[in-house]
């Protein structure tokens, strides 16, 4: 029966009038905040960054489509717009031109494409993407820019790096006001555009909350010197948690199903964001944690699988 | 009965073969491999501190304090120390072994064991060799043999003449990106070298 | 004569380890860093790969079914030991950079394997050619991965920078970056056999 490999759920299904081409361009919609406080933040190199990358995805889909013989007109139902964007808010604000160009050649072919296209990705093409130049360029992706309004023009060393900065206070981290990458600093922007999304049921809170809500409670635990004192405000607010719990691990097609499945995701991917940051070699754990967690979803939609009603266990 | 002895026979044989065979090459290649590790030693002694090959080496261990006195002439003064520094980087220990002068002025450092983040922390151990595709082209058409430079590790060279009781991380080129590895071989050189320096005057 | 011929060219590209029987994909995800390396590993495999294939099929006859693998585990490993301690005393830079993975040409599942699957089957002479082939067609791949790998990775070539204005993707020179280069490899290899054969 291979139709009950993909129907995880039991009967009835009803019909959502949203198509994934409207579901898209929603969720675009509700990053652009993000985008505008990272533009106003960083000036314009921050809408440089976000336009390269974007057009950078747009014309290897369309190349790509052509060269499997596909219907071009795929290239409009905004995903690859809204890889672009993704990836553009991964990275810092003056960085190389050419590496977003690199960045989205790689999430569209690498991460998207070869699997097949659309809904046939294993993993979130922009991470793909965030974590190609993180290994290959960590110097260009680990130099960040001050805000435009700081005396300190020089780079500066990003707050979650071990020894960082503690200096900004959770205002400021909550704001923005401090070097990052574009689209993952103001922690305000990103929660207008979580909450619309989670309001008109785009996403549902189980991956958010539980995601989030892990890291908070392991970086209380670990996070500091002996047991329970860490830092975990200061977690939240920091690298791209916020960024990646809402918009990037919720990603239609490498998260999982079910309701249970969603949860276990969430707290994988915290688990295994705390693990990143407090022992491993790179600063930001985020986009390994969800890409990690995205090859085990085929399991976990296996092992949450929803009992159908009226049908015994074995 | 009769199989099982068969195999014990033919399993004994190939193994007394292969142990004969191994005995043999292992007695012509033992001096050699010997050679080439005492030579890899020196070169690492020698890279700390040039003045310490040919000269007595004492070594000290007073606790956690291990190092190597160097010797010139028939002096009771030690003419220079040779120690290992370590400290946690980034993600891992970096141990460093440096040589200095009785005054305290590097006459050499190498990393000999780190873990950092490639191509951030891990940089400290970078060489970056000035031949080109081109210039090795040109060099095999002009037949002129040019006469090889040494190149080193960029960033623990320039410790060279630094003394380690004020060594500090703004006095040297960090590695970008890396500020606490890069850090992190200071620090210890000046700690460990300056317990060092206390512990003999 | 042809025969011989067969038994080499198969080794090289029909059944090529890496590519076509996907076999010793370890060594060659951690060693193919630049093309010494790479080099240097192949030419050891080879070697055992030459030794263990000549005596497993001299002695096939004379071995029990039953204790076969034992027998050419203790073999390969004995070749395997003779290129280590040769390779500490006459090549100690590229024995350091190998390290581990030249002890672990014993587990090199293409060693084992050909010694399993021809050398107990077939006669010497072709089970030379059969290790010859199968030894030139790992080396040959494990030496083009790592040329792309540190080309891509480390901006060089033999370690002669090519392009100073260039810069490398490290990605290339970690394991990921092997596992990319390897699967785009295979994929094409396959691409191009099965227009050759089905054409």
């Known amino acids: 029966m291979p139709s009950n490999n993909l129907t995880v759920t039991p009967s009835p299904h009803i019909k959502s009038p949203l198509s994934a081409k409207k579901i898209m361009y929603l969720v675009i919609l509700s990053l652009l905040p993000a985008g505008i406080a990272g533009i106003y933040i960083f000036g314009l190199c921050s809408l440089k960054v976000m336009l390269i990358s974007i057009i950078s995805c747009v014309i290897s889909e369309a190349v790509f489509l052509k060269l499997r013989n596909r219907d071009p007109k795929a290239i409009l139902d905004g995903s690859a717009i809204l890889t672009g964007l993704l990836l553009a808010y991964n990275m810092p604000p003056e960085i190389p031109f050419w590496i977003p160009i690199v960045g989205g050649v790689v999430s569209i072919v690498l991460g998207k494409q070869i699997f097949g296209g659309l809904g046939h990705n294993i993993f979130n093409p922009a991470l793909v993407g965030r974590v190609f130049l993180q290994i290959s360029w960590p110097v260009y992706m680990t130099t960040w820019k001050n805000p435009k309004w700081a005396i300190d023009a020089v780079s500066s060393a990003t707050p979650l790096a071990k020894e960082g900065a503690r200096g900004f206070s959770y205002l400021d981290l909550f704001l923005g006001n401090h070097g990052g990458s574009i689209g993952e600093v103001c922690i305000l922007a990103l929660i207008i555009g979580a909450l619309f999304l989670i309001f008109t049921k785009i996403i549902s809170f189980h991956i958010p909350a539980s995601f989030i809500g892990t890291v908070m409670v392991l970086a209380w635990i670990f996070g500091g010197e002996g047991f329970f004192r860490g830092d975990f405000i200061f977690h939240l607010l920091t690298g791209g948690l916020v960024l990646g719990a809402f918009f990037m691990a919720t990603d239609y097609v490498t998260c999982p199903l079910t309701r249970k499945g969603k949860i276990i995701f969430g707290i994988g991917c915290g688990v295994l964001t705390v693990l990143i940051r407090l022992r491993g070699s790179y600063p930001e754990g985020v986009s390994y944690a969800i890409l990690f967690m995205n090859a085990v979803v085929p399991l976990i939609d296996r092992y949450t699988k929803t009992r159908v009603y009226g049908v015994s266990k074995k | 009965m009769n199989n099982l002895l068969r195999f014990v026979l033919v399993l004994f044989l190939v193994n007394l073969a292969a142990a004969a065979i191994l005995a043999g090459v292992y007695t012509v290649t033992r001096p050699k491999i010997e050679a080439q590790k005492k030579m890899a030693e020196a070169k690492a002694l020698k890279e700390a501190m040039p003045e310490s090959v040919g000269n007595r080496l004492e070594k000290v261990e007073d606790g956690d304090v291990e190092y190597w006195k160097v010797f010139k002439d028939e002096n009771y003064r030690p003419s220079g120390y040779v120690f290992i520094a370590k400290k946690y980087g980034y993600s891992s220990v970096i141990e460093t072994m440096v040589g200095m002068k009785r005054d305290g002025s590097i006459t050499g450092a190498r990393i000999l064991n780190q873990n950092e983040t490639p191509g951030l922390g891990a940089k400290i151990v970078e060489i970056l060799s000035d031949k080109t595709l081109k210039s090795a082209l040109k060099g095999l058409l002009s037949r002129k043999k040019e006469p090889e430079k040494k190149i080193l590790p960029y960033f623990t060279e320039q410790f060279k003449g630094a003394n380690v009781k004020n060594i500090d991380i703004s006095d040297i080129d960090a590695i970008t990106g890396a500020t606490i590895s890069s850090k992190a071989v200071v620090e210890s050189i000046r700690e460990k070298g300056s317990e060092i320096l206390n512990a003999e005057q | ?199």
């Open chain 3, 1 to 199: 004569m042809k025969k011989f011929f067969h038994e080499l060219n198969k080794g090289i590209f029909i059944e090529n380890p890496t590519f076509r029987l996907a076999l010793g994909l370890c060594p060659t995800l951690a060693v193919s860093t630049s093309i010494v390396n790479g080099f240097g590993m192949g030419i050891a495999a080879t070697f055992v790969l030459l030794g263990s294939n000549v005596i497993v099929s001299s002695v096939r006859d004379f071995i029990p079914k039953k204790i076969r693998i034992p027998c050419f585990i203790v073999i390969i490993a004995t070749f395997v030991t003779i290129v280590e301690l040769v390779m500490k005393a006459y090549f100690p830079a590229l024995s350091k950079s190998l390290g581990i993975f030249v002890p672990l040409i014993v587990v090199n599942c293409v060693v084992l394997g050909r010694a399993e699957a021809f050398a107990s089957r077939h006669g010497v002479v072709k089970s030379i050619f059969d290790g010859l082939g199968m030894g030139i067609g790992f080396t040959l791949a494990l030496v083009l991965i790592s040329a792309i790998r540190e080309a891509f990775g480390n901006g060089t070539i033999l370690g002669l920078v090519i392009v100073r204005s260039f810069e490398p993707a490290l990605i290339f020179i970690l394991a990921p970056g092997a596992l990319l280069v390897i699967g785009v490899l295979i994929g094409i290899v396959n691409y191009m056999t099965d227009r050759c054969y089905t054409a």
